[in-house]
């Protein structure tokens, strides 16, 4: 399995949504978390089936800054134990085993 992590700085920019999904294209990523989107959550949902997540978990930003967001493919379960604006706490099941 291969996650991919970034603190993005505003996943809303042109420029830095074109670089996920070329990051999520060249490495297969199979889960996305990104801190610092400076978004909402209706905007990192409507992002989900761009990067092509069908699942998705975010945390609205806080005025100008913050804002998280955990994305995963069905190939993966994810069970979320809990979230903040500063954290995700998550158990990963994949095909050998959790993580």
Do not use: P
Not at 7 to 35: C, P
Not at 74 to 85: C, F, G, P, Q, R
Not at 91 to 99: A, L, P
């Amino acid at each position: 399995m291969n996650l991919l992590s970034w603190n993005v700085r505003a996943l809303g920019k042109d420029r830095t949504f074109r670089e996920a999904q070329h990051l999520l294209q060249e490495h297969k990523s199979k889960i996305f978390f990104l801190s610092e989107t400076k978004m909402t959550v209706k905007q990192v949902q409507e992002k989900e089936n761009k990067l092509n997540f069908q699942n998705c978990l975010a945390v609205s930003r806080e005025g100008m800054g913050g804002g998280l967001a955990l994305l995963w493919s069905s190939e993966v379960t994810v069970d979320i134990k809990s979230y903040s604006k500063h954290h995700v706490d998550a158990v990963i099941h994949g095909e050998n085993g959790r993580y």
